[in-house]
């Protein structure tokens, strides 16, 4: 009788540690479970709405952002569109070659000649010195005019004569048959401004004058 009591000894106690175990993995699997159900309740959540002072701070960043937009786009110097036709439409100064070549008086001479003391013709086009009015000689009022407007054309073509001089555009041409208005210079000075100098020429004012009287 004593050995059948210990076999069944031996065979009870092996369930009994299964069981154990089983449970033990229980727990395991619970817990496990709980990890995985708060993470993904995290995961999840919906964000905490924002707080009274962080909505102030946020909308105060944004108030600071737009006025600094602002006054850059102020502080920017506009052009306006007349400004910009009127710098647009402005013509570079033409500059013709320098001649140095004799001059005469246009007679039979078609071309680098003399035609009173303020008009040339110059490389194929008649040109006004824009600087300076000078007595006529055709459309003289007096004998006064006419003989001071025959000593400026002379004059003139003795100083076109000391050596090469260039032109310079200054406007469209008017008036004197289409003569274009240009600066005639001999070293950076200007040739009509020695005949004011000699008293046979007059500063240009935007018209004509009369020398008589």
């Given at each position: ?38 993470i ?65 008086i246009c007679?039979?001479?078609?071309d680098y ?9 110059y ?6 010195l ?14 006064a005019?006419?003989?001071r ?10 100083i076109l004569?000391?050596g090469?001089?260039t032109?310079v ?14 600066l ?8 009509g ?5 000699e ?9 004509h004058?009369?020398?008589c009287?």
């Open positions: 009788m004593a050995k059948k009591t210990s076999r069944r000894k031996k065979t009870t106690a092996p369930r009994r540690s299964a069981a154990t175990r089983r449970g033990d993995m229980v727990h395991w699997y619970l817990l496990g479970a709980a990890v995985i159900g708060g993904l309740y995290m995961d999840n959540r919906l964000p905490a709405p924002e707080t009274s002072a962080t909505g102030i701070k946020t909308a105060s960043i944004e108030r600071k952002e737009k006025t600094a937009e602002r006054e850059a786009v102020l502080a920017r110097p506009k052009q306006r569109p007349a400004e910009k036709a009127v710098e647009q439409a402005l013509p570079m100064p033409e500059k013709l070659p320098a001649f140095s070549g004799k001059w005469f007679t039979t001479q078609t000649c003399v035609l009173d003391g303020s008009t040339i013709l490389a194929g086009r008649k040109v006004r824009a600087d300076v009015d000078t007595p006529a000689i055709a459309g003289a009022r007096c004998d005019e006419r003989l407007g025959g000593d400026a054309k002379l004059r003139l073509r003795e004569n000391e090469d001089v032109l555009a200054k406007g469209e041409a008017s008036g004197k048959a289409g003569a274009a208005p240009h005639v210079l001999r070293g950076g000075q200007s040739v401004q020695r005949l004011v100098a008293g046979l020429a007059r500063p240009w004012t935007g018209k004058q009369s020398w009287g």
